[in-house]
């Protein structure tokens, strides 16, 4: 049936606003600490903060569990988690750069005022801040963090009642944050460059470096409560995902006949789907072949793919694989579709996104299988040979779809190893156990 897993519900408003307040105590404490004691203790204050932070996201994804036991998008927190880690780096260089040196006013006679950049970390933070914070707008894509949550819980719009909405709420925040990054990056190191007077600290330095970051950081905590506030108030008018609707299960039937697929036009979303789909009564049970054949579709062979489940609103979506033996047993209207011409509507984007997403995964795991074992080890000891995938595998590969390892293998495997440090800061920092 697939692994069980738990959806946003309810308390997503609160699960952002929370982990936006835990990144802001984070981003303050740097600020606070190298204004009111010696900078030099800085990076054992955010080596532990670092460390915290890692171990709120982790237990917030589930931690050595599985990271589809979540109970929201912990995307923000792991951002600032990774910017306070290459900031925890670079300080302890420059701190062990001065100390070896002979201490800051040796250092600053040598090297002019560049050393005081120790006492202002939002220097470094800024700019650090606003790279991650965009790398993870880019290219979330290839971003092992949010792949991973792909993997174990489904694309956006396959991730419950609310999802896509709070999905593009996140999105928002990543946003406004890498925006406010990249202001305090430029105002700051202009401010240092051309106006700080390294002879003593004004009032002025202490408001640019820490009052102004503190200040926008305030702002935009304040804006994102209201809007929290009004998500949980107004959750039921905001769900744009006609997919998911409350007390039904959404059956979608993906039809094969040896190496073709039956797509029908879509005019609502002006691509191809799959033809057969309905709404049935939500239950705890999946009852594929009762709703195949109220449909009238009486395959060789009925197949439950994977199952997302949103408990807390009692919906669901369910994929599933028909098998027939020949096309004069469906008795349905549409285009036949082999694997080469699917392959140019998904590379095209003519089919929707969710039979995208379906086809993303199908093709990918079952790949994986035919080119893997289990351990991430090659079937054939033939270098860079890939097995060609054909849409009549989908019937004879013989695993659980539902099993997240098979598309994990596709990304983790013989021909693309972890070195030792990346399978340490993978497993033990970021909790990513199911890379092992």
């Given amino acids: 049936m697939g692994q069980e897993i738990r959806k946003p519900n309810q308390s997503d408003a609160f699960n952002l606003w929370l982990n936006f307040m835990v990144t802001g105590v984070a981003f303050a404490t740097p600020l606070v600490i190298a204004y009111f004691f010696r900078p030099l203790w800085l990076p054992f204050v955010t080596g532990a903060l670092t460390i915290l932070l890692f171990l709120y996201v982790r237990n917030g994804r589930g931690g050595s569990k599985k990271c589809g036991n979540h109970k929201g998008c912990y995307i923000l927190p792991y951002i600032f988690a990774r910017t306070m880690y290459i900031f925890t780096i670079i300080s302890a260089l420059l701190s062990f750069w001065v100390a070896t040196n002979g201490g800051f006013a040796p250092v600053e006679e040598k090297y002019g005022k560049l050393v005081h950049?120790?006492?202002?970390?939002i220097l470094i933070i800024a700019p650090?801040?606003?790279?991650?914070?965009?790398?993870?707008?880019?290219?979330r894509h290839a971003c092992l963090f949010c792949v991973l949550c792909w993997i174990h819980n489904g694309f956006p719009q396959e991730q419950g009642y609310l999802r896509n909405f709070m999905g593009k709420e996140y999105l928002r925040v990543i946003k406004s944050t890498s925006f406010v990054g990249c202001l305090?990056?430029?105002?700051?190191?202009?401010?240092f460059l051309f106006l700080y007077n390294s002879a003593n600290v004004s009032s002025y330095d202490s408001l640019i470096f820490a009052g102004v970051p503190l200040l926008l950081w305030f702002i935009h905590a304040c804006s994102l409560s209201v809007r929290c506030l009004t998500i949980a108030m107004f959750r039921d008018n905001l769900a744009n995902n006609v997919c998911f609707i409350k007390g039904k299960s959404y059956y979608r039937f993906l039809i094969f006949v040896d190496d073709c697929i039956l797509l029908a036009r879509n005019e609502k979303f002006r691509a191809f789907d799959t033809p057969a789909s309905c709404y049935f009564p939500y239950s705890g049970d999946v009852r594929a072949q009762e709703v195949a054949a109220s449909l009238n579709l009486n395959a060789a062979e009925c197949r439950v793919l994977y199952v997302n489940d949103?408990?807390?609103?009692?919906c669901s979506m369910i994929h599933c694989a028909l098998f027939f033996d020949s096309r004069d047993d469906v008795a349905l209207e549409g285009?036949?579709?082999?694997?080469?011409?699917m392959n140019h509507l998904f590379s095209s984007q003519r089919i929707?996104?969710?039979?995208?997403?379906?086809?993303?995964?199908?093709?990918?795991?079952?790949?994986?299988?035919?080119t893997y074992n289990e351990d991430g080890s090659r079937r054939y000891r033939i270098k860079e040979y890939f097995p060609k995938f054909n849409l009549s595998d989908i019937r004879t590969a013989n695993f659980d779809l539902s099993n997240p390892k098979w598309m994990i293998n596709s990304i983790r495997n013989e021909d693309h190893p972890s070195t030792l440090w990346r399978f340490i800061y993978?497993?033990?920092?970021?909790g990513q156990n199911d890379l092992d």
């Fill in 117 to 121: 950049v120790c006492y202002f970390p």
């Fill in 128 to 139: 650090l801040l606003a790279f991650n914070a965009l790398r993870a707008l880019w290219h």
């Fill in 184 to 191: 305090l990056t430029v105002g700051g190191w202009l401010y």
């Fill in 310 to 314: 949103d408990a807390s609103n009692d």
């Fill in 335 to 341: 285009q036949w579709h082999d694997t080469k011409s």
């Fill in 352 to 370: 929707t996104r969710v039979l995208r997403n379906e086809y993303f995964r199908i093709r990918a795991a079952v790949s994986a299988y035919k």
């Fill in 426 to 430: 993978y497993r033990y920092f970021e």
